[in-house]
């Protein structure tokens, strides 16, 4: 572990080495400290959706933003691979959501994103089979997919490394470091890191950290249960990554042979942090399959092959909360966390974003100011253009 840095990033999550590695291409020596392993949190559980559909036009503009590091990541990275496959993605509306997704779509285009609403039809074609009770349209973005968070975590530290930063993976953060008014560093238990910049990136515990600072951050831990199951031997060849609000649950391909599958509700909120999500709760797994069936009856043939849970920081307006703490708490502590069960797709511009934002004084790749920490204090609540309501309940 090195003795100095100008930069600790706490959390090797793709969030943390996303801004490592961005942080290390501008030229700062980097330390990231990690206490298990590179996305040993959400990351390692996340059901990687690559998707750009939001109500929120800044949350869009960054999935937008990130794609091309999916579908170039060579290129514009070099080492590691994020394993992105192309799937198509699709948003389901009732005649309740319908017109906040048109508008939506509208907001998209007008970033420049291929998308575009579709009728019912259209959407029996892309997953044949599918049961549209009440639906009446969808979203449809021909580019998106999923892609493998643990690859692109580890990708961008192996990148980051080879451009000098560090990771003490093993190591736990245990408190941050302070002078009048200023952070010096971090204390953990392999010993001290003097810095003038600490950021949290620490996923569910990063309330736990950021409070050994005096900070008081409204992130909670979220946990939320995934499922694998068994693609029947008559299935279609292929579908979308699909959201159905309307039934409140969640599916795509995993794979040739597999479909995996998240609900919009059974997300236990608060607690500790280290409570165990090895396991699924079992009355998830068997509403997963009802709400699937219900809307891709096909699957009732398929097999439950595993579950499990995982967890994220969520905050009360279901938003990250990125930058500096401002006057909430000491300089150079700054802050990336809260990422509330949607923070994999964006880590790429997040981490080019939060990186200007520490060098240049504004972020320019998107301006994520509307995320900073202030919002919180002072009861500005971050709400969609044209808004959905809560993603979680
Ligand atoms: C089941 C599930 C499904 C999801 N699906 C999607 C999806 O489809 N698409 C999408 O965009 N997002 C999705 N998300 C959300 C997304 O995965 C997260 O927002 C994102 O991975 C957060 O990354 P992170 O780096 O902030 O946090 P994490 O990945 O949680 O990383 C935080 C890291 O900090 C470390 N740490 C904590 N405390 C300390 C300490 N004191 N000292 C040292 N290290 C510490 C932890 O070990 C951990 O590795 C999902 C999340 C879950 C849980």
């Not at 560093?185 to 010993?191: I, K, Q, R």
């Not at 609000?245 to 059974?266: I, K, M, S």
């Not at 069936?293 to 307006?317: E, Y």
Request: with cysteine.
């Amino acid at each position: 572990m090195p003795a100095t840095a100008d930069v600790v990033v706490v959390g090797a999550g793709v969030q943390g080495a996303s801004l490592a590695y961005h942080l290390a291409k501008r030229g700062k020596r980097v330390a990231v400290v990690e206490r298990s392993g590179i996305a040993a949190g959400a990351t390692g559980r996340s059901s990687g959706f690559v998707r750009m559909h939001y109500d929120l036009a800044v949350e869009a503009a960054l999935a937008w933003a990130s794609f091309p590091h999916f579908t170039n990541w060579a290129e514009l990275v070099g080492v590691g691979d994020p394993g992105f496959v192309r799937t198509g993605f699709l948003q389901l509306a009732d005649e309740h959501d319908a017109p906040a997704l048109r508008a939506n779509v509208g907001e998209q285009l007008a970033l420049g994103i291929r998308t575009s609403v579709v009728s019912p039809a259209e959407i029996a074609e892309l997953v044949p089979g599918i049961v549209l009770d009440g639906i009446v349209a969808g979203a449809y973005e021909p580019l998106s997919g999923y892609a493998d968070p643990s690859g692109t975590a580890a990708g961008f530290i192996a990148a980051a490394s080879q451009l000098g930063a560090t990771l003490s993976a093993g190591v736990r953060a245990t408190a941050i470091r302070t002078e009048a008014g200023r952070v010096t560093g971090l204390a953990t238990d392999a010993g001290d890191i003097a810095a003038p910049v600490v950021v949290v990136a620490a996923g569910a515990w990063s309330a736990v950290l950021a409070a050994t600072a005096g900070v008081t951050v409204p992130v909670e831990p979220w946990r939320h249960d995934t499922a694998y199951f068994g693609l029947p031997p008559a299935h279609p060849s292929s579908i979308p990554v699909v959201l159905d609000r309307p039934g409140a649950v969640y599916f795509r391909p995993e794979g040739r042979d597999l479909l995996l599958v998240g609900l919009e509700t059974h997300n236990q909120l608060g607690g500790s942090p280290d409570l165990p999500v090895d396991v699924a709760d079992p009355t998830f797994v068997e509403e997963a399959a009802e709400r699937l069936c219900r809307r891709v009856p096909w699957m009732a043939l398929g097999d439950v092959r595993t579950a499990h849970g995982g967890q994220d920081g969520i905050t009360p307006d279901q938003r990250a909360i990125l930058g500096p703490v401002g006057s909430a708490g000491p300089e150079g502590l700054w802050l990336a966390c809260g990422f509330s069960g949607t923070g994999f797709k964006t880590a790429p511009a997040i981490g080019a974003s939060m990186t200007e934002w520490m060098l240049d004084g504004h972020p320019a790749t998107v301006d994520i100011t509307p995320f900073s920490f202030a919002r919180i204090a002072e009861g500005r609540p971050l709400e969609g253009e044209h808004p959905y309501g809560p993603l979680w309940n």
